[in-house]
């Protein structure tokens, strides 16, 4: 059988077994601790920076919204121009008109001005 001096060795040596197992379990589970704690660190810097960029995106939501109400304001504004915009292309129209009538009556007049000139030269004086 075991003699006593050989139990007392083996229980010293599985107490520094159990001492050495029981500071690895601590170690790793510090060390899983801390790498737990750094993922939530990043999780709520990255939480942090979504919450910014979401600010940010409903800023421009804000901004959109009031160019669209701005571009819709225009619009109304073109339709009521476009009624003018059509009249001013039928006197522009009528202009173009009214000067080639303008320059034919002028060629026209130039004619007959030459005619009566030619005829008050050509006239005898009495």
Do not use: C, W
């Not at 409903?58 to 901004?63: F, L, W």
């Amino acid at each position: 059988m075991a003699t006593p001096a050989k139990e007392t060795a083996a229980a010293g040596k599985r107490d520094e077994l159990a001492d050495s197992l029981a500071e690895l379990f601590t170690n790793v589970s510090l060390m899983v601790r801390g790498e737990l704690q750094g993922t939530n660190s990043q999780l709520a810097l990255l939480e942090k920076m979504n919450q910014r960029v979401a600010e940010e995106y409903n800023s421009y939501g804000d901004v959109a919204s009031g160019l669209r109400v701005f571009v819709e304001q225009l619009n109304e504004k073109n339709q009521g121009f476009e009624e003018y915009t059509s009249q001013i292309d039928a006197i522009d129209h009528q202009v173009t008109e009214f000067e080639v009538v303008v320059s034919m009556l002028d060629k026209h007049v130039s004619v007959l001005e030459k005619k009566v000139k030619s005829a008050y030269h050509i006239a005898p004086t009495q």
